[in-house]
């Protein structure tokens, strides 16, 4: 007994550029690319109602013939048809919510009080609470524990403390393991020219490039911020009676 081929239905499609560029860099054929992106949306039902245009710039025609499951999928679909598609094949990429945030808003949006923060960073709220205001310095540490605790990347905190030049600090340590620049930029996976930057405090320390060389130099990261460890930010005025 032959078994019935799926019924098909050609649709016309106006893809922006980029949409198009990569439905034609596909490996499968087009229709076959298509109807499992659609198929798999129609599956968990994360398309939003509503979906912004296309990027401007050139409207391509595109005939695709699909299974009918996807074009009902795509003609039914409040967002419209080519919104629908454009949206699958090349998503926009979100605004960063991270960027430049504040501690603060940082914790806020992880959903967590400053008690909570305080317990998964492992000191006192009132500790944590100074973090926060900006009257205790973040450490190399205490910027680990925090990305961890809030899921966010070390490097979204970084813009949190000001810079820290540590070159004395890393060309000791360095010459004390005997070792050259450019042994010591393979080991941070970078370059020379990087390394002497950083000696000559032409370049600021990053928390990510301390962790990097304290496993270089077999010390610990909080070596290079110990400056600034020690001094913390003069407490603010009190207002009021």
């Given amino acids: 007994m ?15 550029d980029k949409a198009l560029a990569k439905l034609e860099s596909q490996p499968l054929s087009q ?19 509503v979906l912004p245009l296309p990027s401007e710039g050139e409207r391509n025609r595109k005939v695709l013939t699909l299974p009918v499951d996807v074009t009902d999928f795509l003609e039914n679909h409040p967002a419209g048809q080519t919104r629908v598609l454009d949206h699958l094949i090349s998503p926009s990429k979100p605004p960063s919510r991270k960027k430049h ?3 603060n808003d940082h914790r806020r949006l992880a959903g967590l009080t400053q008690r909570e923060v305080a317990e998964r ?37 970084e813009h949190l403390h000001a810079p820290v ?35 000559q405090d032409v370049r600021p320390l990053s928390w ?27 407490e603010r005025p009190k207002t009021g009676p």
């Fill in 121 to 157: 960073v492992s000191v006192s709220t009132g500790h944590y609470s100074k973090l926060e205001v900006g009257t205790k310095p973040i450490t190399c540490k205490m910027a680990q524990k925090l990305a961890l605790a809030l899921d966010i990347d070390i490097d979204d905190l």
């Fill in 101 to 103: 945030l504040s501690l």
């Fill in 208 to 234: 990510k490039v301390a962790l990097k060389l304290a496993v270089a130099l077999e010390c610990d990261p909080e070596d290079f911020f110990r400056g600034e460890m020690d001094r913390e930010a003069p």
């Fill in 165 to 199: 030049f540590a070159g004395k600090i890393i060309s000791a340590k360095r010459e004390a393991m005997g070792i050259s620049q450019v042994t010591l930029a393979a080991d941070l996976e970078s370059k020379q020219p990087d390394v002497s930057y950083l000696e």
């Fill in 2 to 16: 032959e078994r019935k081929k799926p019924q098909r239905k050609s649709k016309t499609f106006w893809l922006s």
């Fill in 31 to 49: 229709a076959a690319f298509v109807t499992q992106l659609v198929r798999k949306a129609a599956q968990k039902g994360d398309v939003p109602d």
